[in-house]
């Protein structure tokens, strides 16, 4: 009986982790309202010498279809490196993905092809830039880079983010920075390293 609990106790204990790390897409995830100090840069640039690195930066902001004129508040998800890291954003075409970074590309929420009478090739400006939608989002990571959200999603790729102009004075932004460790890495460990010295950083880790 003992060792039949000890092994139900140690599958749970897995299967538990396993799953946090789904739904996180990381092992450990920091987020802050303001964008990060560069002491938090720092400690990123040494903690990433040893694991893998992806940002998401959310924010408000309203999108525009030119062909049906509809608009929409949208949560706007900028995408920089191979996050996630667990679990999977699952797209209709399947390669949207993957695809992302390739252009001046985003996925949407299909609510919002729906909303805005859109459709996949269709053009879409958010803010000061202009995209092409290249796919919808079937499922995802139920955190990645959404806390807040105000609408559906976009998803964007980083590196075109200023294009947009979006992130202005009174901009409400999340910028979140996210890790997969080495197996040897825990991620417990780390958090409670690192934490009393984010906290003044108005870093959450």
């Given amino acids: ?26 092992d450990l995830a920091l987020v802050s309202r303001q964008p990060f100090s ?10 990433v010498r040893q694991s893998r690195l992806a940002r998401v930066t959310s924010f408000a902001g309203m999108a525009y279809v030119p062909r049906t004129a509809g608009t929409r508040l949208v949560q706007v998800a900028a995408v920089e490196g191979p996050y996630p890291f667990y679990g999977e954003i699952r797209t209709e075409p399947r390669a949207a993905w993957n695809e992302l970074d390739a252009g001046r590309h985003v996925i949407v929420d299909p609510s919002l092809l729906t909303a805005l009478s859109a459709r996949i090739g269709d053009t879409v400006a958010l803010g000061e830039g202009r995209f092409v939608i290249t796919g919808s989002v079937q499922s995802a990571p139920s955190d990645a880079g959404v806390r807040f959200a105000l609408g559906p999603r976009v998803y964007i790729p980083a590196r075109y983010l200023k294009e947009t102009a979006l992130l202005g004075f009174g901009s409400r932004v999340e910028y979140e920075a996210f890790l997969q460790l080495p197996p040897s890495q825990s ?3 780390l958090a409670e390293r690192y934490r009393p010295s984010l906290r003044p950083e108005r870093v959450r880790l």
């Fill in 38 to 47: 560069p002491r938090v840069e720092a400690l990123l640039d040494t903690l």
């Fill in 187 to 189: 991620a417990q460990a």
């Fill in 1 to 26: 009986a003992l060792v039949a609990m000890n092994s139900f106790t140690d599958n749970l204990r897995d299967s538990v982790r396993l799953q946090a790390r789904a739904l996180l897409g990381a």
